[in-house]
């Protein structure tokens, strides 16, 4: 994923209730390989926030908001709105194919493979188009992005990696990788406490 070390937000992102959801959306897309190859992202306009919303929409997420924000929106609390409807949008939406490339820049396909319950081959099969994505690994890859979106906030890739072994007390002494186990569900409590943990380190700032 590319690194995100915002220099200079634009009007009128500057405002304190834009600048927090508009770079949350900003790490989300790129998570979620909505950007493709950017190397890195240091400029925070609304520019920036309508490709985001135009990628968005061409791969059927969150199009009514994407709409709105490309037509151009009037006031603060509107603008604010509309990105955070965007942002919805995408954290409820699995886009496995553009996302597991962003997870390969992160995890190894064989370490990968283990944190989703299925093969390096397999996830190469799915890479290649020759395999069509379960539901269920769809999702777990997803639940990935998003957990490293909310991350890339406070760690660069080695302390994403970190992340996911070191035992947390929030976790009963486990690490997120022990909750996580092998076939594990997105939407059980022990691993939405794993996400939410991840959660609570998101917020405005610099990440390598």
Excluded: C
């Amino acid at each position: 994923m590319a690194s995100v070390r915002i220099s200079t937000v634009e009007a009128p992102l500057d405002r304190p209730a834009l600048v927090d959801p508009a770079i949350r959306l900003l790490r989300r897309a790129l998570a979620l390989g909505l950007l493709g190859n950017s190397e890195r992202v240091d400029r925070l306009d609304l520019e920036l926030v309508r490709r985001i919303a135009q990628e968005a929409s061409a791969a059927g997420i969150g199009q009514d908001a994407a709409v709105a924000l490309l037509q151009g929106v009037s006031g603060p609390d509107r603008l604010a709105a509309l990105i955070e409807r965007l942002d919805d949008s995408l954290t409820e939406s699995p886009l496995p194919d553009r996302e597991l490339p962003e997870l390969l820049r992160v995890f190894g396909r064989e370490d990968l493979a283990l944190l989703t319950g299925t093969s390096g081959v397999s996830l190469g099969r799915y890479v290649a188009g020759s395999r069509k994505w379960p539901d269920e690994l769809a999702t777990r890859i997803h639940w990935l992005a998003l957990v490293l979106s909310d991350l890339a906030g406070a760690y660069n890739d080695f302390g994403a990696r970190r992340w996911f072994e070191r035992e947390r007390t929030q976790l009963d002494g486990r690490s997120p990788r022990q909750v996580l186990g092998t076939e594990w569900d997105p939407a059980s409590p022990d691993v939405e406490r794993v996400r939410q943990l991840a959660a609570s380190l998101a917020g405005v700032g610099s990440a390598t």
